[in-house]
DNA sequence: CGCGTTCGTTAAACTGTGTTAATCCACGTC
DNA sequence: GACGTGGATTAACACAGTTTAACGAACGCG
């Protein structure tokens, strides 16, 4: 095995072994990667679903514009995610993806699907159980900005985002980079870049979180955690029913 | 074929056409049917997660409390749905699950899903494309709920409901039955029951929506459509991409 | 160096929705 | 027929979050 293994391949391997024969498959799916800049929209809501995309490098999102003019962030997107998987099941994409900073996507088409649901159930039931568990994320993100206070939705929205990275980079501090400006937040947790910014230095000077530049230091999780009734989806993902692939 | 199909076959039949093995699978898999009254709680929140059910009859919600004593009303379930899906990711299940009237439920053991897995390419591919489909849902419902008023969270909620009746009964007019009373509404909506109050009679004086008992009538939904941004998930699936059985 | 742009902060006025509580109605029961 | 119960409605008041606007800091650029 080369160093520069495929996006995927790098992606699926830290939820269970893969074998040859799946690496094999995996790796041929692959597209070359491409760059995008910060702010650029890489695909628009309602453009035909041909690709996916895995995050290699920068953070991006997904939005949706509203009748009335707001904007609405429906997902953030970190290095490592799969981008664009609930489309699979739509002819159009149901938002514009955009780059929050510079990026780097390995995109692989839609098809590729079809491959792996025929030749490795193994592979499949992960691949379901990603989209299974990303569904149950989202729940929780409803509840949030169903009925939760303006600080609790931050908080919320921090709490997941360290948990997220933390699933690839283990030993982690509570110290996060956020590369996003405060109309993003607030678009992303429905509310306004004015409250946001109140929100956030009322934290601070409670002595919530530390910010210095654009990255933000957690300075109590625990007693966030349980305000917000966080749970971490993350680490506890149920992979002890996967089928083995035929022989 | 008897009249007394498996819930599971006629529930997925109405997406594709199913082989007679596909169909001999699927109803292996399935218990017999129970029966809960309104109100009953059938599982709690971190009960350990083993079955999945398609509802037969009657209309369920999964809901979670909160910190904050309030209630967050995460998925209405219709006749034809399928429960629990998003939790066969997780060890434990991640809300509880409540009928909203005398219900009959399908129960089949989580691990049917391995079976599929293995035997059905094509079976795989339409849960998959389900999952996925659930999730766009839920990413609108986000939309709704992060940035739009009451009355538009409302009126989503109706057309919502309204297009997933439509789905398995096809030539059926504006006029939708109820079974929740408002305080559910609110805990759905993420409002108070006062102000779904105030909101659905402001909206009746309109002539937005008639009102007799628990039916509800929509008298304009393709004005409440435009002002909701609404889009109908349901009838707009591909599937094209499904790869056929093995041989 | 001066200029424009973007972003965060702060303040004042405003508003949609929450809270609380009283009233009413329909319905079932003894 | 009296009573209890659950749900819908209404009104008065409170407040969390919005809107608008102004200002300052940081940064890139000609």
Redesign the pocket.
């Known amino acids: 095995m080369t160093d520069r293994a495929s996006c995927l391949v790098s992606k699926l391997g830290h939820y269970i072994s893969l074998s040859e024969d799946d690496r094999q498959r995996l790796s041929t799916l692959e597209k070359s990667e491409r760059s995008y800049g910060a702010g650029t929209d890489i695909y628009q809501m309602d453009d035909p679903c041909t690709d996916l995309f895995v995050v290699k490098q920068g953070w991006l999102f997904s939005y949706n514009d509203l009748p ?1 003019g ?1 904007r609405q962030i429906v997902k953030l997107h970190l290095p490592g995610d799969i981008i664009g998987f609930p489309d699979v099941s739509q002819k159009h994409v149901t938002s514009t993806l955009c780059a929050a900073e510079d990026v780097v996507l390995c995109p692989f088409p839609k098809t590729a699907l079809d491959v792996i649901l025929r030749d490795s159930p193994r592979l499949s039931a992960l691949i379901l159980s990603i989209a299974l568990r990303d569904q149950i994320i989202l729940l929780d993100l409803l509840r949030a900005l169903g ?5 609790a ?1 931050i908080s919320y929205m921090l709490l997941d985002l360290l948990a997220r990275l933390k699933i690839t980079n283990k030993g982690m501090s509570d110290v996060l980079r956020l590369p ?5 937040i ?1 678009a992303y947790v ?12 009322r934290m ?1 000077k409670d002595g919530d979180i530390a ?1 210095t530049g ?1 990255t933000v230091h957690l300075l109590r999780p625990e007693a966030m955690e349980e305000a917000t009734d966080f749970r971490d989806r993350y680490s506890d993902m149920d992979i002890g029913w996967f089928p083995a692939n035929k022989v």
């Open positions: 009335d707001s009925s939760m206070t303006a600080r939705r996003l400006n405060q109309s993003q607030a429905g509310l306004t870049n004015v409250y946001v910014s109140k929100t956030l230095s601070e910010r654009n």
